[in-house]
Protein backbone atom coordinates (compact mmCIF):
# COMPACT_ATOMS: atom_id res chain seq x y z
CA UNK A 1 0.00 0.00 0.00
CA UNK A 2 1.06 3.62 -0.36
CA UNK A 3 1.57 6.05 1.88
CA UNK A 4 -2.25 7.75 2.93
CA UNK A 5 -2.06 10.97 0.84
CA UNK A 6 -2.01 14.13 2.35
CA UNK A 7 -1.67 16.52 -0.94
CA UNK A 8 -5.50 17.48 -0.61
CA UNK A 9 -5.11 18.47 3.34
CA UNK A 10 -1.80 20.26 2.57
CA UNK A 11 -3.01 22.04 -0.20
CA UNK A 12 -6.17 23.40 1.89
CA UNK A 13 -4.19 24.50 4.60
CA UNK A 14 -1.77 26.54 2.42
CA UNK A 15 -4.64 28.21 0.88
CA UNK A 16 -5.94 29.59 4.25
CA UNK A 17 -2.21 30.50 5.18
CA UNK A 18 -0.51 31.58 1.59
CA UNK A 19 2.06 34.23 3.37
CA UNK A 20 3.95 30.80 4.49
CA UNK A 21 3.86 29.05 1.03
CA UNK A 22 7.29 29.63 0.30
CA UNK A 23 8.96 29.26 3.57
CA UNK A 24 6.92 25.27 3.87
CA UNK A 25 7.75 24.70 0.14
CA UNK A 26 10.12 21.63 1.69
CA UNK A 27 7.23 20.49 3.14
CA UNK A 28 4.97 20.05 0.29
CA UNK A 29 7.55 18.41 -1.53
CA UNK A 30 7.65 15.43 0.74
CA UNK A 31 3.99 15.61 0.95
CA UNK A 32 4.48 15.12 -2.61
CA UNK A 33 6.80 11.94 -2.61
CA UNK A 34 4.89 10.32 0.29
CA UNK A 35 1.51 10.00 -1.51
CA UNK A 36 3.58 8.72 -4.80
CA UNK A 37 6.07 6.19 -2.61
CA UNK A 38 5.19 2.03 -3.08
CA UNK A 39 7.29 -0.30 -1.06
CA UNK A 40 7.90 -2.20 -3.60
CA UNK A 41 7.22 -5.73 -1.51
CA UNK A 42 4.69 -6.35 1.36
CA UNK A 43 5.54 -4.17 4.42
CA UNK A 44 3.49 -5.01 7.60
CA UNK A 45 3.61 -6.03 11.10
CA UNK A 46 0.93 -8.86 11.30
CA UNK A 47 0.99 -9.08 15.15
CA UNK A 48 -2.03 -10.26 17.01
CA UNK A 49 -3.92 -8.05 19.14
CA UNK A 50 -2.55 -10.79 22.46
CA UNK A 51 0.90 -10.02 20.57
CA UNK A 52 0.65 -6.08 20.80
CA UNK A 53 -0.47 -5.66 24.30
CA UNK A 54 1.77 -7.90 25.24
CA UNK A 55 4.69 -5.52 24.55
CA UNK A 56 2.64 -2.61 25.38
CA UNK A 57 2.46 -3.71 29.06
CA UNK A 58 6.38 -3.98 29.16
CA UNK A 59 6.18 -0.06 28.06
CA UNK A 60 8.00 -1.60 24.39
CA UNK A 61 6.98 0.05 21.37
CA UNK A 62 6.40 -2.78 18.63
CA UNK A 63 8.81 -1.24 16.32
CA UNK A 64 11.67 -2.11 19.32
CA UNK A 65 10.40 -5.62 19.47
CA UNK A 66 10.01 -5.99 15.71
CA UNK A 67 12.04 -3.53 13.62
CA UNK A 68 10.86 -3.76 10.26
CA UNK A 69 13.41 -4.96 7.40
CA UNK A 70 13.33 -2.09 5.18
CA UNK A 71 15.29 -2.15 2.29
CA UNK A 72 17.57 0.94 1.79
CA UNK A 73 16.22 1.45 -1.91
CA UNK A 74 13.09 1.24 -0.65
CA UNK A 75 13.71 4.73 0.98
CA UNK A 76 16.60 6.21 -0.52
CA UNK A 77 14.78 8.55 -2.85
CA UNK A 78 13.07 10.06 -0.09
CA UNK A 79 15.96 10.46 2.15
CA UNK A 80 18.10 11.93 -0.48
CA UNK A 81 14.78 14.45 -1.04
CA UNK A 82 15.34 15.32 2.44
CA UNK A 83 18.88 15.39 2.57
CA UNK A 84 18.38 17.91 -0.37
CA UNK A 85 16.08 20.30 2.10
CA UNK A 86 18.73 20.38 4.61
CA UNK A 87 21.74 20.77 2.76
CA UNK A 88 19.24 23.99 1.27
CA UNK A 89 19.82 25.45 5.03
CA UNK A 90 23.30 26.40 4.83
CA UNK A 91 27.21 24.93 4.34
CA UNK A 92 27.07 23.90 8.08
CA UNK A 93 25.72 20.54 7.56
CA UNK A 94 26.81 19.66 4.55
CA UNK A 95 29.93 17.83 5.83
CA UNK A 96 27.76 15.59 8.11
CA UNK A 97 25.72 14.94 4.61
CA UNK A 98 28.52 14.18 2.73
CA UNK A 99 29.21 11.28 5.07
CA UNK A 100 26.26 10.13 5.65
CA UNK A 101 25.88 9.77 1.90
CA UNK A 102 28.93 7.78 1.74
CA UNK A 103 27.99 5.32 4.14
CA UNK A 104 25.22 4.82 3.25
CA UNK A 105 26.39 4.15 -0.87
CA UNK A 106 28.83 1.44 1.57
CA UNK A 107 26.33 -0.10 2.53
CA UNK A 108 28.15 0.97 6.29
CA UNK A 109 24.73 2.78 7.32
CA UNK A 110 20.78 1.33 6.20
CA UNK A 111 17.13 2.32 7.60
CA UNK A 112 17.74 0.53 10.85
CA UNK A 113 20.42 3.58 11.61
CA UNK A 114 17.55 6.00 11.18
CA UNK A 115 14.90 4.02 13.73
CA UNK A 116 13.61 5.39 16.74
CA UNK A 117 15.95 4.05 20.29
CA UNK A 118 14.85 4.85 23.60
CA UNK A 119 16.05 9.13 24.20
CA UNK A 120 16.58 9.71 21.07
CA UNK A 121 15.76 9.35 17.02
CA UNK A 122 18.43 7.29 15.30
CA UNK A 123 21.49 5.06 16.01
CA UNK A 124 24.65 6.89 18.23
CA UNK A 125 27.08 5.32 15.23
CA UNK A 126 24.67 7.28 12.76
CA UNK A 127 24.91 10.64 15.27
CA UNK A 128 28.73 9.85 15.55
CA UNK A 129 29.76 9.19 12.21
CA UNK A 130 27.74 12.22 10.78
CA UNK A 131 28.31 15.28 13.12
CA UNK A 132 24.72 15.95 12.65
CA UNK A 133 22.44 17.52 15.25
CA UNK A 134 19.52 15.63 16.75
CA UNK A 135 17.17 17.84 14.59
CA UNK A 136 18.61 17.23 11.77
CA UNK A 137 18.82 13.84 12.03
CA UNK A 138 14.88 13.80 13.25
CA UNK A 139 13.91 15.54 9.61
CA UNK A 140 15.84 12.78 8.00
CA UNK A 141 14.59 9.96 9.61
CA UNK A 142 10.64 11.32 9.28
CA UNK A 143 11.22 12.55 5.70
CA UNK A 144 12.62 9.47 5.25
CA UNK A 145 10.62 6.77 6.95
CA UNK A 146 7.54 8.02 7.34
CA UNK A 147 5.85 6.28 4.58
CA UNK A 148 7.22 2.58 5.34
CA UNK A 149 6.57 2.98 9.32
CA UNK A 150 3.25 4.24 8.53
CA UNK A 151 2.32 1.05 6.13
CA UNK A 152 4.50 -1.52 8.91
CA UNK A 153 2.32 -0.77 11.73
CA UNK A 154 -1.15 0.00 9.90
CA UNK A 155 -2.31 -3.55 10.81
CA UNK A 156 -1.61 -2.96 14.25
CA UNK A 157 -3.55 0.35 14.78
CA UNK A 158 -6.75 -1.25 16.01
CA UNK A 159 -5.44 -3.80 18.93
CA UNK A 160 -4.41 -0.46 20.87
CA UNK A 161 -7.31 0.17 23.23
CA UNK A 162 -7.57 3.19 25.29
CA UNK A 163 -5.47 1.56 28.27
CA UNK A 164 -2.98 0.11 26.60
CA UNK A 165 -0.25 2.61 26.48
CA UNK A 166 0.57 5.44 29.08
CA UNK A 167 4.06 6.40 27.97
CA UNK A 168 5.16 9.59 26.21
CA UNK A 169 6.42 7.97 23.43
CA UNK A 170 4.03 6.23 20.67
CA UNK A 171 3.57 2.59 20.73
CA UNK A 172 4.08 1.98 17.38
CA UNK A 173 7.64 3.33 16.64
CA UNK A 174 8.69 4.97 19.98
CA UNK A 175 9.42 8.09 18.76
CA UNK A 176 8.42 11.57 21.00
CA UNK A 177 4.84 13.26 19.68
CA UNK A 178 4.81 15.75 17.72
CA UNK A 179 1.45 17.35 18.11
CA UNK A 180 -1.55 17.07 20.54
CA UNK A 181 -5.59 17.07 19.55
CA UNK A 182 -8.20 17.42 21.75
CA UNK A 183 -11.13 15.33 20.52
CA UNK A 184 -14.62 15.61 21.33
CA UNK A 185 -14.92 13.50 24.64
CA UNK A 186 -12.19 16.30 25.73
CA UNK A 187 -9.55 13.92 25.84
CA UNK A 188 -5.95 14.48 24.78
CA UNK A 189 -4.47 12.39 21.85
CA UNK A 190 -0.74 12.87 20.82
CA UNK A 191 0.33 12.19 17.17
CA UNK A 192 3.01 10.91 16.19
CA UNK A 193 5.15 11.90 12.74
CA UNK A 194 7.26 9.49 12.44
CA UNK A 195 4.97 6.55 11.63
CA UNK A 196 1.44 8.48 12.23
CA UNK A 197 0.42 6.67 14.72
CA UNK A 198 -1.67 8.27 18.03
CA UNK A 199 -2.64 7.64 21.30
CA UNK A 200 -4.51 8.94 24.50
CA UNK A 201 -2.44 10.90 27.33
CA UNK A 202 -3.08 12.28 29.71
CA UNK A 203 -3.74 16.43 29.67
CA UNK A 204 -2.53 17.08 32.85
CA UNK A 205 0.81 15.47 32.25
CA UNK A 206 4.33 16.29 30.21
CA UNK A 207 4.70 13.64 27.97
CA UNK A 208 8.08 14.29 27.76
CA UNK A 209 9.58 14.48 31.41
CA UNK A 210 6.14 13.21 32.88
CA UNK A 211 5.91 15.79 35.36
CA UNK A 212 1.83 15.78 36.49
CA UNK A 213 3.25 19.55 38.63
CA UNK A 214 -0.24 22.04 37.50
CA UNK A 215 2.12 24.80 37.74
CA UNK A 216 5.20 23.59 35.40
CA UNK A 217 2.11 23.47 32.87
CA UNK A 218 1.84 26.72 30.91
CA UNK A 219 -0.87 27.42 28.32
CA UNK A 220 0.39 30.04 25.01
CA UNK A 221 -2.50 31.27 22.93
CA UNK A 222 -1.44 32.68 20.03
CA UNK A 223 -3.37 35.54 18.26
CA UNK A 224 -7.50 35.52 18.51
CA UNK A 225 -7.74 34.81 15.11
CA UNK A 226 -6.32 31.42 15.72
CA UNK A 227 -8.64 30.03 18.57
CA UNK A 228 -8.90 26.25 19.22
CA UNK A 229 -5.03 26.54 18.69
CA UNK A 230 -2.71 25.89 21.71
CA UNK A 231 1.08 26.13 22.48
CA UNK A 232 1.53 23.97 25.91
CA UNK A 233 5.05 24.39 27.45
CA UNK A 234 6.24 22.72 30.39
CA UNK A 235 9.05 24.19 32.85
CA UNK A 236 9.69 21.01 33.93
CA UNK A 237 12.20 20.18 31.28
CA UNK A 238 11.43 23.48 28.82
CA UNK A 239 9.51 21.43 26.26
CA UNK A 240 6.64 22.47 24.66
CA UNK A 241 4.31 20.85 22.01
CA UNK A 242 1.59 22.28 20.05
CA UNK A 243 -2.06 21.56 20.72
CA UNK A 244 -5.37 22.01 18.19
CA UNK A 245 -8.71 21.53 20.18
CA UNK A 246 -10.61 19.83 17.74
CA UNK A 247 -14.36 20.78 19.89
CA UNK A 248 -13.35 24.02 18.69
CA UNK A 249 -11.86 23.84 15.44
CA UNK A 250 -13.33 20.78 14.11
CA UNK A 251 -12.40 21.38 10.42
CA UNK A 252 -8.80 21.29 11.02
CA UNK A 253 -6.47 18.81 9.19
CA UNK A 254 -4.25 16.02 9.96
CA UNK A 255 -1.90 16.59 13.27
CA UNK A 256 1.45 16.51 10.98
CA UNK A 257 -0.05 18.89 8.43
CA UNK A 258 -1.35 21.25 11.68
CA UNK A 259 1.48 21.13 12.54
CA UNK A 260 4.26 21.96 10.09
CA UNK A 261 1.70 24.18 8.55
CA UNK A 262 1.89 26.66 11.52
CA UNK A 263 5.56 27.79 12.34
CA UNK A 264 4.16 30.86 14.11
CA UNK A 265 2.74 29.14 16.82
CA UNK A 266 6.55 27.33 17.23
CA UNK A 267 7.98 30.92 17.14
CA UNK A 268 5.29 32.06 20.10
CA UNK A 269 6.97 29.30 21.90
CA UNK A 270 10.73 29.80 21.31
CA UNK A 271 10.23 33.72 22.30
CA UNK A 272 9.37 31.74 25.54
CA UNK A 273 12.10 30.22 25.88
CA UNK A 274 10.70 26.70 24.93
CA UNK A 275 12.13 24.53 22.78
CA UNK A 276 10.78 21.22 21.38
CA UNK A 277 12.20 17.64 20.28
CA UNK A 278 11.34 17.90 17.46
CA UNK A 279 12.08 21.60 15.47
CA UNK A 280 10.68 22.09 12.49
CA UNK A 281 13.06 22.55 9.33
CA UNK A 282 11.90 26.43 9.54
CA UNK A 283 13.73 26.01 13.07
CA UNK A 284 16.69 24.43 11.97
CA UNK A 285 17.20 27.00 9.74
CA UNK A 286 17.21 29.92 12.29
CA UNK A 287 19.75 27.30 14.28
CA UNK A 288 17.01 26.15 16.71
Given at each position: ????????????????????AATLAPYGDLV?????????????????????????????????????????????????????????????????????????????????????????????????????????????????????????????????DDFAWALGVCP?????????????????????????????????????CGTERTQDLVR?????????????????????????????????????????????????????????????????????
Amino acid sequence: MSSPDLREEWADLLSRRPEFAATLAPYGDLVERWARWEPGRPLALGWTAAECRERWARGVPLVAAAPPAIRADQIEDLLAAAMDHLAALGDGVLPGLQRLAQAWDAGRLGPAALLPAPGRIGSPALAELTGLPAGALEFLACGSLRPALEAYCAPCRAHLDDFAWALGVCPFCGAPPGFADVIEDGRRRLACHLCGGGWLFSRTRCPFCGTERTQDLVRLEPEARDQGYLVIGCDACGSYLKELDRRVRWNGRSALVEDWGSPHFDLVARRAGYHRPLPLLTQLAAGG
